[in-house]
């Protein structure tokens, strides 16, 4: 197994990290291994797994045109951010 060292981790996050970790009633070490370990699988959103996430969270209820929505503003910050615009 390897070891990972991290420099320059801003108190307030190891704060939460430690607090996070109490509340799993782990190690600091252990929680932060299991938030490194599912952010390592995780998978990037497409529209069917938005879609997906939409359906489960409104369900019946769902308004029109959300999944679409979310990925045409999500488009236009990155074409925002690669031009230099905030």
Do not use: K
């Given at each position: 197994?390897?070891?990972?060292?991290?420099?320059?981790?801003?108190?307030?996050?190891?704060?939460?990290?430690?607090?996070?970790?109490?509340?799993?009633?782990?190690?600091?070490?252990?929680?932060?291994?299991?938030?490194?370990?599912?952010?390592?699988?995780?998978?990037?959103?497409?529209?069917a797994?938005?879609?997906?996430?939409?359906?489960?969270?409104?369900?019946?209820?769902?308004p029109?045109?959300?999944?679409?929505?979310?990925?045409?503003?999500?488009?236009?910050?990155?074409?925002?951010?690669?031009?230099?615009?905030?």
């Open positions: 197994m390897a070891t990972l060292t991290i420099r320059n981790l801003p108190d307030d996050v190891r704060d939460r990290l430690r607090v996070r970790a109490a509340r799993a009633g782990v190690s600091m070490e252990a929680e932060a291994r299991s938030i490194l370990i599912r952010a390592s699988v995780e998978t990037p959103a497409t529209a797994s938005l879609q997906a996430w939409v359906d489960e969270l409104y369900g019946a209820r769902r029109a045109g959300v999944v679409e929505t979310l990925i045409e503003e999500r488009q236009s910050e990155a074409a925002r951010e690669n031009r230099g615009q905030p």
